[in-house]
T-cell receptor, first 105, second 114 residues
């Protein structure tokens, strides 16, 4: 079992739609959870960090954490073509394989 | 604020050789992590350094080793290079705190093994 698993994608949504990205993890004692965005040929950049159960909103992005279910998600509202990238879920220092998102105009 | 810088940008080596990659952490950060990212994959955690000591290691063999210096910069050394070592090597710095902290990545070193 992989430590951090993401829905493999690719995920394609129309401009203006909500994109939903999911991640599960295996280590129950994990405390820190992150979403990074990686454009093609670039390095990962932090979008959100979340440490407590529930939702955390930052602009068009909402991270959701459920420690009992060992589940983290990222919602992107009003998706824009500029959101097209690979989204990486990280639990502590471990990363998932990423989900490639394409937002079509 | 100075970001994370890595050198060199690209490197070509042959099997069996040794390589050293370098990283300067972002100002104010004292923790450095190294990652290997193969094409189409997520970053794989190699190890983390804090206060010049290894503070966690991923599933990589001992021929992957590192150093952290008093100014928090870091090196990744890989001995006896293998073809599968061809990848993008990312350095990330963060501040130290309870639990993992958000990381800031450098642009990476692209290593090609012939």
């Amino acid at each position: 079992q992989k430590e951090v698993e993401q829905n493999s994608g690719p995920l394609s949504v129309p401009e203006g739609a909500i994109a939903s990205l999911n991640c599960t993890y295996s280590d129950r004692v994990s405390q820190s959870f992150f979403w990074y965005r990686q454009y093609s040929g670039k390095s990962p950049e932090l979008i959100m960090s979340i440490y407590s159960n529930g939702d955390k909103e930052d602009g068009r992005f909402t991270a959701q954490l459920n420690k009992a279910s060992q589940y983290v998600s990222l919602l992107i509202r009003d998706s824009q073509p500029s959101d097209s990238a690979t989204y990486l879920c990280a639990v502590e220092v471990r990363f998932g394989a990423g989900t490639r998102l394409t937002v079509k105009p | 604020e100075t970001g994370v810088t890595q050198s060199p940008t690209h490197l070509i080596k042959t099997r069996g050789q040794q390589v050293t990659l370098r990283c300067s952490s972002q100002s104010g950060h004292n923790t450095v992590s190294w990652y290997q990212q193969a094409l189409g994959q997520g970053p794989q955690f190699i190890f983390q350094y804090y206060r010049e000591e290894e503070n966690g290691r991923g599933n990589f063999p001992p021929r992957f080793s590192g150093l952290q210096f008093p100014n928090y910069s870091s090196e990744l050394n890989v001995n006896a290079l293998e073809l599968d070592d061809s990848a993008l090597y990312l350095c990330a710095s963060s501040s130290w705190g309870q639990g993992s902290q958000p990381q800031h990545f450098g642009d990476g070193t692209r290593l090609s093994i012939l």
